[in-house]
């Protein structure tokens, strides 16, 4: 295979690192094509020294100028873009043919469209953009015959497990979680939990939001819905197992009653990699699996109970339309507040299960719809973290 040439959106970020990891691990295999930041202005500036990208692209016009700036002097200066139509340009970049979409949250989704309708193939981690709008992304792949390859852990396993089966085989995807920090925490422990403990990860080390999501168990929901359009399977044949040691990373349970799993140690590069070179697989420098000094593997339900974002996901997803954009949406709203300590830990899910209560969603919706619905509940639960705190 010869050399792959890459965009990615959320560089500066935990999947944007470890992409750029991988391709010092292997410079030979890939050129950086462009690169898209938010605010991190000095990361991103060692990445352009590193990696000679053509294009950046960062939040606003006064990044913009700061980043230029800071490359007076230096021997090579990309082009400089901001904002959304930055954003867009670096995902449809023509000298580039893959996109790694690694933004955080629902601004990811827009880009992400962009990269579709240009053709690129698409290497996604951010999981939102699948869960706010899977039906219209989807569809637009499969109309551009873009190849959507997960890089999303579970997915990538998931993905892996389906190699060499008929999809009309598959009974059930098995999708693993650890549980995140507060596992065995009671109702009341978790009642007093700080944001320090819960930014706490037991197995991944990863950005700020998605490691509260781990720990209310709302990224396993969010990654229901995600699997749900990757994998066109119905949301009641997705069965969540709490697998608090993350090294089966998700399985299949095809109708004969076979399972097959995808196992190793948790590490971002492995599933990145193999999203950036399927069905090619590169010997990424990373430990070996020692199941001998594991010993031993555990599996548990889900308690919806004590971690009720798990539910609220599942009904979303059930309900359709709108309904997991303004999950989505009130999560994100919710997450930031929490860790700005303006409320606690069981009021994510409270203000998200009262918002999706609010909402009135549209029989059919198209994109619009889907925005003006994730604007919504912003608004809304910020409305209703207002009154908490009243
Ligand atoms: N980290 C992981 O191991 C995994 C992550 N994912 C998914 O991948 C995505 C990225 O996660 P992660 O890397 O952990 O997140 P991080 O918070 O570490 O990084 C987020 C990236 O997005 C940029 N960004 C944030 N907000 C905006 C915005 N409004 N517009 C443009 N860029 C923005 C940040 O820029 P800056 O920092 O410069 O402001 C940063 O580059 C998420 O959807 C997550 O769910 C999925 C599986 C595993
Ligand atoms: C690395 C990755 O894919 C994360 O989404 C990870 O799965 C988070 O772990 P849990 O949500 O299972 O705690
Ligand atoms: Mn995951």
Redesign the pocket.
Known sequence: MGSRTISI????????ESTLEVVRQFPDRFRVIAL?????IK??REQIRAFRPLSVSV?DSNLADELDRSLKGDAYRPEILFGSDG?DRVAAHPEAGTLVS????A??LLPTLTAIRAGKRLAL????TLVVAGEIVMALAAEHEVEILP???EHSAIFQSLQGNHRDALKRILLTASGGPFLNKTREELAMVTPQAALCHPN?S?????TIDSATLMNKGLEVIEARWLFGVPVDRIAVHVHPESIVHSMVEYVDGSVIAQMGIPD?KIPIAYALTYPERLPVRSPSLDLFRLQKLSFYPPDEERFPCLRLAFDACRKGSTYPAVLNAANEVAVGAFLDEKIAFPDIPGVIETAMGKHKAPAKPDLDAVIAADRWARVETERLIDDIRR
Do not use: C
Request: positive net charge; proline residues 0%.
């Open positions: 959106l959320g560089s500066t970020g935990s999947i944007g898209g930041a938010g605010r991190n990361l991103l939040l954003y690694a933004m955080v949250g601004a990811g981690a951010n999981k939102e890089v999303d852990s991944w990863m950005g700020r939001k998605i971002m």
